[in-house]
T-cell receptor, first 113, second 113 residues
Framework: DAGVTQSPTHLIKTRGQHVTLRCSPI?????VSWYQQVLGQGPQFIFQ???????GRGNFPDRFSARQFPNYSSELNVNALLLGDSALYLC????????????FGQGTRLTVV | RKEVEQDPGPFNVPEGATVAFNCTYSNSASQSFFWYRQDCRKEPKLLMS???SGNEDGRFTAQLNRASQYISLLIRDSKLSDSATYLCVVTSPPSGGSYIPTFGRGTSLIVHP
């Protein structure tokens, strides 16, 4: 069985640009969460989606948005990129949501220059 | 006070040593607890769930103390391959319908020959 897959694996963007990150959960998992991890810190929660609805939002600015599709895959969008947005962006899927263990994708490493 | 706190370390121990990590959490209503392992530049992977009765998996033992609001991870007979960052994860009751896992910043373990 395929695990959580994320694309792209690496990305370099310029300040002010927009980026879209993608995630496909494990088959049968309906909950997808997004995290940002900067060097030396634990993952910080950004969003959680369950059954295509936003179920949780972390303390991130409105430049960050996400959505979940009917096939439960998800996109994370970040507008007006800042240097401080450089991080590893992790997607995790779980079933049903939150209380069971989450399975992470390999992440997208975003560098903003 | 942070929701989940861990000593970042690093813990530098010789092979064969026993090492223990603690993690404290602030929300007394937290429901689920996990330890994740993260290798350098990789995604976090579930090491073990933590139950009130305590649980053991080979050389690893996890304990939960609800009264004092901390969880612990004990690693016996450390191996070189145990070198990694260990992340404490606590899941809190629904907020807006969603259980949100909160990560600690991680504790770095270095096992040397």
């Amino acid at each position: 069985d395929a695990g959580v897959t994320q694309s792209p694996t690496h990305l370099i963007k310029t300040r002010g640009q927009h980026v879209t990150l993608r995630c496909s959960p494990i088959s049968g998992h309906k909950s997808v969460s997004w995290y940002q991890q900067v060097l030396g810190q634990g993952p910080q929660f950004i969003f959680q989606y369950y059954e295509k609805e936003e179920r949780g939002r972390g303390n991130f600015p409105d430049r960050f948005s996400a959505r979940q599709f009917p096939n439960y895959s998800s996109e994370l969008n970040v507008n007006a990129l800042l240097l401080g947005d450089s991080a590893l962006y992790l997607c995790a899927s779980s079933y049903p949501q939150g209380t069971t263990e989450a399975f992470f994708g390999q992440g997208t490493r975003l560098t903003v220059v | 006070r942070k929701e989940v706190e861990q000593d970042p370390g690093p813990f530098n121990v010789p092979e064969g040593a026993t090492v223990a990590f603690n993690c404290t959490y602030s929300n007394s209503a937290s429901q689920s607890f996990f330890w994740y392992r993260q290798d350098c530049r990789k995604e976090p992977k579930l090491l073990m769930s933590v139950y009130s009765s305590g649980n053991e998996d080979g050389r690893f033992t996890a304990q939960l103390n609800r009264a004092s609001q901390y969880i612990s991870l004990l690693i016996r007979d450390s191996k070189l391959s145990d070198s990694a960052t260990y992340l404490c994860v606590v899941t809190s009751p629904p907020s807006g319908g969603s259980y949100i896992p909160t990560f600690g910043r991680g504790t770095s373990l270095i096992v040397h020959p």
